[in-house]
């Protein structure tokens, strides 16, 4: 089974910088290596919305319109794990954030439906103070 553990979460101050990761694991059909990996967000009351996308197939990396030139994305392929780093927070980050994941992926459509992905992990709070 593809399973997926996400850390780095917490209480910032805005204007802060955050560094999220997300390592994954999967089985012999579904390997992690094979995984394309994303990371989303959802706020109270509002839909699931995506951030930033990895494709395994050719590293190309995708970011949603709302965090342009605040976010990074970067895969660390020796250990399973992606970070997301996300820089100048505002109180209005405040979110659980997600990762998901998935095989042959691809960013476009994925960050625009969240629900194409079927692989999630239980999310890490992220509140930002002003």
């Known amino acids: 089974q593809v399973l997926l553990q996400e850390s780095g979460g917490g209480l910032v101050q805005a204007g802060a910088s955050l560094r999220l990761s997300c390592i994954s694991s999967?089985?012999?059909?579904?390997?992690?290596?094979?995984?394309?990996m994303g990371w989303f967000r959802q706020a109270p009351g509002k839909a699931r919305e995506g951030l930033s996308c990895i494709q395994r197939s050719d590293g190309a990396t995708l970011h949603g319109a709302s965090v342009e030139g605040r976010v990074t994305i970067t895969s660390d392929n020796a250990n399973n794990t992606v970070h997301l780093i996300m820089s100048d927070l505002k109180p209005e980050d405040t979110a659980v954030y997600y990762c998901?994941?998935?095989?042959?992926?691809?960013?476009?459509?994925?960050?625009?439906?969240?629900?194409?992905?079927?692989?999630w992990g239980q999310g890490a709070q992220v509140t930002v103070s002003s």
């Open positions: 999967g089985d012999r059909l579904r390997p992690a290596r094979r995984l394309g």
């Open positions: 998901g994941a998935g095989l042959a992926l691809k960013c476009a459509p994925v960050l625009r439906h969240p629900s194409y992905l079927i692989y």
